[in-house]
């Protein structure tokens, strides 16, 4: 069988023999005239003449060092029958007999008949030599050891004590490679990646199958350095030339997280039988699936092969490995398959519940929209690393987002509260502020939206929801302010107070908490309604404006547009049932009129309480997602009031619920449903209701508590 030799940049496999542990190992010589090319298809096999390489900034031929200078031209030709006998040192020889190292011995003697084909090995190579040297087997001693340093200074002390002493050559050129080798290990450690490839291009006798260690870290080297090709091709070398079974499947394992998937399937494609008649890399293949599994997390773009898919599956099954079960959730998670990849991670989590499987399963629950598994699964290990502080900082902004609003139990909400502090996250720090608001807290809303704020001062969607909350709660100079610096900055700051049903009740932005945001502009509309303030809009009409119908007119003869003007014009001077009337007129319009007259008609019935007929003016034309939500929230709210009224408390919770997948439960209607529960005497529902809106600090949520427990005890007596 051919060998191969490597000489792109400096690599030449010249040599017949190699440092192996502290000595040489026998190595077939390799012909002069065979080559492999390793980049730019420069050489081919058979061409007699190596290519040149790049060498520390310059062009060199790379050739086999010298080892002994008896033979720095190879075995003598057989006809030359007038040359004298080599000169062979048997130095190293008779050291390795006189320690009875017998597997040194015979590398030696394969050595030197492999330079001296001529030469005879000694009789008996295991009998001490006669004219013995101490001081000179002492330094072979060292050497053997691997001491260089120590060598070098022995050879030195010699030399000052006994001029004209000169080293055997042959330890000179063993003791140059084996500091060669050092310095290429120690260079590969420290990830000098060009220092390697330099010192193996001056050091051809280090790459061979002798020291397959060193032939992995020129090939690494060769990777990091952006030379696939020359990698791939040193990988080869190895598989191509050395027999060890244990070697080559570890350079198929060397070379899996460094060479791409095309080039492992061409060294893949040197693979043997074994006695069983199995592929001696079947166990190498397992890991190539699941390092491209890994690719796949890396790189969510990357198309791995559905065989690869498969086989990590089979082995997460037959094995057990929760690393399986990870690298499989994480590739389903990245391609944003939540569902398998929860499949995946709950495996993992199950057989061992660590912070990567949380982290992951966390992840798939957030993408199904289920915040508060994930904040809960999430929460023991929240203080990890920065990863997964962050996934579970965005459990919980989700969790906080929900809408309709979830209900939080106070001792989730106080762990929240908590982690968002500590961690001065502003994007969860805003969505508690939205919550709170949510809740009606909204001085508590305004400190976390100031806290965002402080913590990120460019953060917009903080900035309008603490205006917002400063003029809800009465600080109309401290929302003034915050208009004032961002003015120019934002569309919709500086609208706050400005109560307008048509555009601001319903916010203008988008992403984080936009839902929240618009149900905070549409709390502060309704909650503005006829209260008086000079500045209040309705339909871009202001109070002062409204005087133009402070009298009785027939609204029939007016235009449709006319007619909408003088209904809203109505609802600002809270005449409800006349503002129906303009409205109906206003119906007979078209596009965004007739959609305005229907939208002003059905809050109209409503604030006059005929919540049924709101229900049929909105129908009368299509409404916009926020208004038919706005309205059905408000009908629904009225009908579980009637209801309640009336003694038909199923059909108030069943309005509750309907209402709750609209819009998140205000405190309120939760203490209205807290009291439906106990009119059913389903008392621990009740119980929880209250509790929950007691947390908000109710005082309606803690007076329910004590109406339970009272009918409790009367039911127990």
């Not at 106070?410 to 969505?431: E, G, S, T």
Request: glycine residues 8%; contains cysteine.
């Amino acid at each position: 069988m051919k060998l191969f030799m490597l000489t792109a940049a400096g690599i030449g496999l010249l040599g017949a023999v190699a440092l192996h542990g502290g000595y040489f190992d026998m190595v077939p010589p390799i012909p002069s005239d065979v080559q492999i090319a390793t980049g730019g298809g420069q050489s081919q096999a058979g061409y007699s003449q190596p290519p040149t390489v790049a060498q520390a900034g310059r062009s060199a031929t790379t050739t086999a060092p010298t080892t002994n200078s008896a033979s720095t031209t190879g075995p003598p030709a057989a006809n030359s029958a007038a040359t004298p006998p080599p000169q062979v040192d048997e130095t190293a020889l008779r050291y390795f007999a006189s320690k009875g190292d017998t597997r040194r011995l015979e590398a030696e003697i394969a050595r030197l008949k492999a330079l001296y084909p001529q030469w005879t090995p000694p009789e008996n190579p295991l009998a001490p030599s006669q004219a013995g040297d101490p001081r000179l087997d002492q330094i072979w001693k060292l050497y053997s050891e691997g001491k260089l340093a120590e060598v070098r200074k022995a050879i030195a002390d010699r030399q000052a004590a006994q001029p004209g002493w000169q080293a055997p050559p042959d330890l000179l050129a063993r003791l140059a490679v084996a500091e060669a080798r050092e310095q290429l290990v120690n260079a590969s450690d420290l990830k000098q990646y060009d220092t390697v490839i330099r010192i193996g291009s001056a050091n051809s006798s280090l790459l061979t199958c002798g020291d397959v260690d060193v032939l992995w870290r020129v090939a690494e080297a060769f990777a990091q350095t952006d030379r696939k090709d020359r990698a791939r091709d040193a990988y080869l070398y190895v598989l191509n030339n050395c027999k060890k079974p244990e070697e080559r499947v570890a350079t198929i394992q060397k070379a899996l997280p460094l060479l791409s998937r095309a080039d492992l399937d061409q060294l893949l494609a040197t693979e043997q039988k074994t006695a069983d008649g199995k592929g001696e890399f079947a166990s190498v293949r397992n890991d190539i699936a699941r390092q491209s599994l890994a690719n796949g997390d890396a790189d969510p773009k990357l198309i791995v092969a559905p065989t690869d898919i498969a086989t990590v599956q089979t082995l997460a099954d037959q094995d057990g490995l929760s690393s399986d079960d990870l690298l499989l959730g994480w590739y389903f998670v990245r391609r944003e398959n939540p569902k398998e990849a929860e499949n995946w991670f709950r495996k993992a989590h199950d057989k061992e519940n660590t912070a990567a499987a949380s982290q992951g399963l966390a992840l798939a629950l957030i993408q199904q929209e289920r915040s508060a598994d994930a904040e809960d699964i999430l929460y023991p290990w929240r203080d990890t690393n920065d990863d997964t502080r962050r996934v579970y900082l965005a459990a919980v902004a989700n969790l906080l987002a929900v809408t309709p609003q979830a209900p939080i139990s106070p001792d989730v909400l106080q762990r929240m509260v908590q982690a968002i502090y500590a961690a001065k996250d502003a994007a969860a720090a805003q969505q508690l502020g939205w919550y709170a608001d949510g809740l009606n807290q909204s001085q508590t809303a305004a400190q976390w939206f100031k806290l965002a704020l402080d913590w990120k001062p460019d953060d917009e969607p903080s900035a309008y929801g603490l205006a917002l909350t400063l003029w809800k709660t009465g600080d109309k100079a401290g929302a003034r302010a915050i208009q004032a610096a961002w003015a120019g900055r934002s569309e919709r700051i500086p609208t706050v107070g400005e109560r307008s049903i048509e555009t601001s009740a319903f916010g203008k932005g988008a992403g984080t908490g936009a839902r929240a945001r618009q149900r905070a502009s549409r709390e502060q509309a309704t909650n503005q309604t006829g209260t008086g303030q000079d500045n209040v809009r309705v339909g871009g009409m202001t109070k002062q404006q409204a005087r133009g119908c402070s009298s009785t007119l027939d609204p029939t003869g007016l235009a449709p547009a006319r007619a909408l003007t003088r209904g809203w014009c109505l609802m600002g001077a809270n005449r409800p049932m006349e503002a129906v009337a303009a409205f109906e007129v206003a119906l007979h319009g078209t596009g965004k009129t007739r959609a305005d007259a229907a939208y002003g008609q059905s809050l109209a019935y409503l604030r006059a309480g005929l919540s049924d007929m709101a229900a049929v003016a909105a129908s009368k034309a299509p409404q916009d997602a926020d208004r038919s939500a706005q309205l059905k929230t408000a009908l629904l709210e009225d009908q579980a009031n009637s209801a309640f009224d009336q003694g038909r408390y199923v059909e108030t919770i069943m309005a509750l619920d309907e209402r709750s997948r609209i819009a998140p439960e205000r405190t309120g209607l939760m203490v209205l449903r807290g009291y439906a529960y106990l009119k059913l005497r389903r008392f621990a529902d009740a119980e929880q209701v209250f509790r929950a809106a007691a947390g908000t600090g109710s005082r309606e949520a803690l007076k329910g508590l004590n109406d339970v427990k009272t009918a409790r005890e009367a039911k127990i007596q």
